[in-house]
């Protein structure tokens, strides 16, 4: 088994009402990653991902490249790549505004 990592992110450019929080959980899943993304007041969206190395890395190009598809990524900045021994996390979420 790889080694597992935690990295945080922050996704600029058209990444609200586009479903990107939606599509980031999915694409999250299916590399079988944990951890969470939520939008944020300046119109990013923000989150941290956990698993394996080698999966840390897909979802990187992922969140740089692709997106959701209505999204338009302009940059993605990554922050606090670090060896974790376990996740913190048990699954991937969505975080939501408390009303």
């Known amino acids: 088994m790889s ?3 935690s990295i945080d992110f922050k996704v600029f450019g058209r990444v609200q009402g586009v479903f990107f929080r939606k599509h ?5 899943d299916k590399l079988k990653l ?3 993304c ?3 007041p300046d119109l ?7 698993g394996a190395s080698s999966q840390i890395d897909t979802m990187m190009r992922w969140l740089e490249k692709t997106g959701s598809p209505q999204s338009r990524i302009d940059s ?3 922050s606090n790549d670090r060896k974790v021994d376990k996740t913190e996390f048990s699954e991937f979420t969505i975080r939501r505004k408390k009303k």
Request: net charge positive; hydrophobic share 40%.
């Open 76 to 78: 993605c900045t990554f």
């Open 24 to 28: 980031t959980k999915e694409q999250a």
């Open 44 to 50: 990013t969206v923000t989150g941290v991902v956990q």
């Open 3 to 5: 080694a597992l990592r």
């Open 34 to 36: 944990v951890g969470w």
């Open 38 to 40: 939520k939008n944020e």
